[in-house]
């Protein structure tokens, strides 16, 4: 193979080439702000339209009548199970081919406000199947089985072709054949190259040091870079994109403080740094000249795997090493692990080895450790993707490299359930997004989802996650199994209740397709346990209605705030500031006091039990509902007793949230939103854009709704720092004095053409059921 550089081979130290401060970008991606707004969706016809429901009916019926769209085991599903039977019938896979051309993607389009999927309005319960994994070896649909198949694998064993990470050279063969047979692999493949050409007239990213996180944005832009440029190379064999991606490897391994280029006291950085030239070194590895791999090599030993072991020994810079079930703990060992598999072989120093040596056992003993036992990500459900990234990124790179994962995939039996909180923490219009949000999310996505899928035989999470705005990145090409058909709704029940002690939360909807429906979210749980990421929010929930979201969350603080990340503690500065203490959540206040960290609610809760069937269009049973009560009284002091309840109302049309509180002390009622508010006593009428919602107190008598601005009381203690401003948010109120009160308030948003409202009969908690408020 021939090809030239333009520049001959730069040594990657070559400071003269940091021509790279100018500001980002001449296009309009922004490199500070993370994803842009995903592209209005183009007008004209869908495939829908265009093949038309009719033939497509026919097509598939054919494959459902003739009992051959197979179903792998699927026992660890996140729904029903998939469909009958199975076997290899090549029938099967060319309806399966016929099917898939004829609808194309399953979301039409991505709304404009939050870029959810909007799923057309359609009743095809011949396209929208029980999920499930097609039984097929056709090239034209399946990925071919991995020849490399070692008897007794070893993390420091390799595959002898390259590439070894993630995506071996047998995936790249097969690839532009699934491309051409796959709307999604077609879709996400133009996006990549789309993205990797915005890019490429970009100067490497440059050196910019925030105070909070450090370099991690400049090592995670980089990352996403060579992942494009490296892809986009294999697809095309053309060299500029090696030549481009030299220049960023040499602006990285050139920038910064001499001895600790990538900010070792910052180790996220260092991580995610060495997980971009491993890969580049890897994926590149047939081009780089002998001169540019050493190069290369040397920029992952000096700079990533000799801060990896001095981790080992130096806590402030490893203090990520122990008991840390947080994304830290799978994001570095993640990192360190693809740097070092990516040389091993070419490294003569035995560092890559002796990192494989601690990583993989690390990593299973805290990253693997996410999880709860119902799935729940230990710290936020926006840290889900920084720590479900790095855990998907190191199986999947020990995996193809070495031939196992050595348990990090199932060493928590119930890691597979994750992909089951992410799909239920996700709202019609966003995140359950309680707590911490994160840093920027460069090269880091939901796309665990996909090899999730794979690894837990859960066609579920595949299917949820193609649809999504983020999926289209060169992991999904290799993590997507296109022998999967189905709609991820049909047979998925409405409700979750995660029951582990660490975060109890609920999640009810009354659609999964409807980006118009309602949905609620509530949690309890424990103030301590979640790498000081949460917030004092036992009882803090987010309702979505009409396409939009009335009760909301106010994200993270500045992390640079002082004392921020000091502790859990209950005299932690961290809950001095207003994001972060009970009064900026959507919950009581009692007495004007934060929320105990020792709290341990006890949770109950029933569903009627609807799940999806397979139209997007889902009437909901008048009498379908769910409730959910958490005891919080161990969450208060000057609390003889508290409950708080959350039912859908009317067939999912309303909302009732019930707090049966005994105090000593004043308490409050909060809700933060977006709306603009108009009170009337017990009436309050929120309004965002041209919707509205209406919400009312049942009970107490006499009580009336308030409202302020979204910021401490005045008597509250001083934090450090100032507070960050809430623009627009405006806090819902209802204070009682002292005393014992069934507080019921109800939430009517005022649907479309829908007039049938109930007011429910009130029940005490105790007193709750399924039938309690027909
Ligand atoms: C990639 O391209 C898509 C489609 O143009 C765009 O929506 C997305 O923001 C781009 N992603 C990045 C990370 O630049
Ligand atoms: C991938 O996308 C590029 C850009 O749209 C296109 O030129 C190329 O043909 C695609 N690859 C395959 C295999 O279809
Ligand atoms: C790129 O080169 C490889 C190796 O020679 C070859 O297998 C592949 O078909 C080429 N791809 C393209 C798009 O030319
Ligand atoms: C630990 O690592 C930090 C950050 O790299 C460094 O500043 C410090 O000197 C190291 N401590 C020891 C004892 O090596
Ligand atoms: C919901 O989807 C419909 C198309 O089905 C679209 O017209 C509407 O604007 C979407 N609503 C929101 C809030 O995005
Ligand atoms: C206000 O809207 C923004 C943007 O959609 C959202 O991120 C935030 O959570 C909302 N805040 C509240 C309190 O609903």
Redesign the pocket.
Known sequence: ?THSYDSGSRPLTDVNYQAANAPYGSNNYNESTGYLPPQKPKKGLSNWIKFGIPVLIIVIAGAVVGGIVGSKKSNKSAAASGGSGGGNNPGAASSAISAKSAIGRFATATDTNYFMPVYPSTTNTAAFTTPTFVQTTNANIAWPADPFKPANPSPTTVRTDRPRLIAPAYKW?ALPNLIKNDPYLSGWNDTIFGNASAYYPMPPVAYVVDGASGILDVSRSVKMRLKAFAYVYR???DTKWVDRAWSELQNAASFGPSDDKWNSGHFLDVAEMTAAFGIAYDWLYDVWTSDQKNQIKQAILTYGLTFGLNAQTNTSIGWWTTNVNGNWNCVCNGGLTIGALAILGDDTSGMATQILGVTVDNAKANCALGPSTDGTWSETANYWYFGTTGHAEMSSALLTATGSHYGLVDTNQNFHLTGLFHMYATGPTSLFNYGDHGPNKYSTTANAMLFYAEQYQTPEYALFQRDQHDAPEPWSMFWYDPTVSGAFWNGLPLDHFFDDGLDQWTSMRSSWTDNDSLYVAMKAGKNQGHQTHNDLDCGDFVLDAMGTRWAGELGSGDYLSPGYFSSDAQDSQRWLYYRKRTEGQNTILVNKQNQNVGAAPTVKHETTGEAQGSSTVYQDPGTSTAYWIADLSSAYADTSSFSRGVRMINGRKQVLIQDDITTTSALQWRMHTNATVSINGATATLTIGSDTMQVQILSPSGATFGQGPAQRDAADPTPPEADQPNPGVTVLTIDLAAGNYNLEVLFNPQWSGFSSFKTPPSVPLSGWTLTSHD
Do not use: L
């Open positions: 193979m063969a697809m095309t064999n």
